[in-house]
Structure formats: structure tokens, C-alpha cells
């Protein structure tokens, strides 16, 4: 079964240092999403791309988050510097090419604890 | 900004019991779509709705889609352990693109065997 593939899974860190999750989205698939999941705040949408353009990044905290997608299996999210209120789950998902009702599929996220 | 409401946060049941959990708009949706997560784990695509008044069943899950597009239901019938998990609705407005899935806070569900 096809997979969408983050890493590290786990990351603890203090706060202060630069944190990168990686995602490897569903070959063929051609819209990634990153998503931050709390307990307050439930799934919320930081950024997510199509053909590897950026097309929304209205969610993410400009001033220290970063988005981007050197090539089609790969995509990155940067924090820095990192923050303790950063500490949650991070969900990358990807999607077929198609109509906007096109399922997602989730990777199995990071969990990131900033101390 | 749009919002999406989701209805009960949290639900207990004993197993065999039924289970429903309920999405709210109020804007017209284009489609919505249902997600489980199970505890430590992702969301999992479960079905997507696009027809006003649709409903579809997998198993002892059935879902709605209201007549004025604007609300949506998950029924389970005689719940199981294996149900245990959040089920989220995910909305797509008219007007958005892909990325403009709107999910709700969805609802925990716990089953005491």
C-alpha cells in the first residue's frame, strides 16, 4: 500500500534550535498539505502546495515556519527558532491531481515536543 | 473565517450501544468528507459526501448529507471496540480550492466493553 512517509517521528528539542520535518508524498500525487494538530486547537492547515507550488501558507507563522518542496517526494517544514507553544503534531498529507474533493492521505506525523 | 462545527466533543458507550456524531455549517458546503483517527495514530479518509441528501453506508457506519447541504451526520450502529476513535468531517466550500478543507474538531468516542 502506498504510503505518504514523514520523519523524524518523534523530536525533542529545547527551544531556540531549528527543527525540519520531511515528507515523502504518494508517488503521483500532486498536492501536499501540512497540518498541526493539538489538543486546544484540533487539525489546523499551515500550508500546502500543488505541482510544488505554494498556494496557501496563511496558516503558518511567517516569521519563524518555512514551507517548501525542492522536488515532487519531497517536502520540508522548518521551524526557526522553535518554541515551547510549537509542541504538537504535525501531519503531512498528499492528494491525487484532479477535483478539489479529492481524499488526503496522512502520513503518521511528527510528534514534536519543545522543551 | 468559514468554521465547521462538530458535535458532541466527546461520546462514551457501552459496546453495543449506537453512536452519531454531528457536523454543522452555516454556509452551504460543496462536499464533505469523514475522517477517523484512532488514538496515537492519523487521520484516515473514511468517505466523502457530495449530493444533497446522500446517504451512505459502509458496514455499521452510515453517513448523511443534509437536504440543504449544510449539515452531515455518522450514525454507528452496535458500537464496537474497534470504533474507538476521533471522527472528524472535513468541509470544502464552494469557491475552494483542495486545500481549503475545513475540519471540525471532531468527536472523541470511547467504548467500554
Known amino acids: 500500500d502506498a504510503r505518504v512517509t514523514q520523519t523524524p517521528r518523534h523530536k525533542v528539542t529545547e527551544m531556540g534550535q531549528e527543527v525540519t520535518m520531511r515528507c515523502q508524498p504518494i508517488?503521483?500525487?500532486?498536492?501536499v498539505f501540512w497540518y498541526r494538530q493539538t489538543m486546544m486547537q484540533g487539525l489546523e492547515l499551515l500550508a500546502y502546495?500543488?505541482?510544488?507550488?505554494?498556494?496557501?501558507d496563511s496558516g503558518m507563522p511567517k516569521d519563524r515556519f518555512s514551507a517548501e518542496m525542492p522536488d515532487a517526494t519531497l517536502a520540508t517544514l522548518k521551524i526557526q527558532p522553535s518554541e515551547p507553544r510549537d509542541s504538537a503534531v504535525y501531519f503531512c498529507?498528499?492528494?491525487?491531481?484532479?477535483?478539489?474533493?479529492?481524499?488526503?492521505?496522512f502520513g503518521d506525523g511528527t510528534r514534536l515536543s519543545i522543551l | 473565517g468559514q468554521q465547521v462545527m462538530q458535535i458532541p466533543q466527546y461520546q462514551h458507550v457501552q459496546e453495543g450501544e449506537d453512536f452519531t456524531t454531528y457536523c454543522n455549517s452555516s454556509t452551504t458546503l460543496s462536499n464533505i468528507q469523514w475522517y477517523k483517527q484512532r488514538p496515537g495514530g492519523h487521520p484516515v479518509f473514511l468517505i466523502q459526501?457530495?449530493?444533497?441528501?446522500e446517504v451512505k453506508k459502509q458496514k455499521r457506519l452510515t453517513f448523511q448529507f443534509g437536504e440543504a447541504k449544510k449539515n452531515s451526520s455518522l450514525h454507528i450502529t452496535a458500537t464496537q471496540t474497534t470504533d474507538v476513535g476521533t471522527y472528524f468531517c472535513?468541509?470544502?466550500?464552494?469557491?475552494?480550492?483542495?486545500?481549503?478543507?475545513?475540519f471540525g474538531k471532531g468527536t472523541k468516542l470511547s467504548v467500554k466493553p
Open positions: 472535513a468541509a470544502l466550500y464552494y469557491g475552494g480550492s483542495q486545500g481549503n478543507l475545513i
Open positions: 459526501l457530495v449530493k444533497s441528501g
Open positions: 498529507a498528499s492528494g491525487k491531481p484532479g477535483t478539489a474533493n479529492q481524499p488526503q492521505h
Open positions: 502546495f500543488r505541482n510544488r507550488a505554494p498556494l496557501d
Open positions: 508517488l503521483g500525487h500532486n498536492t
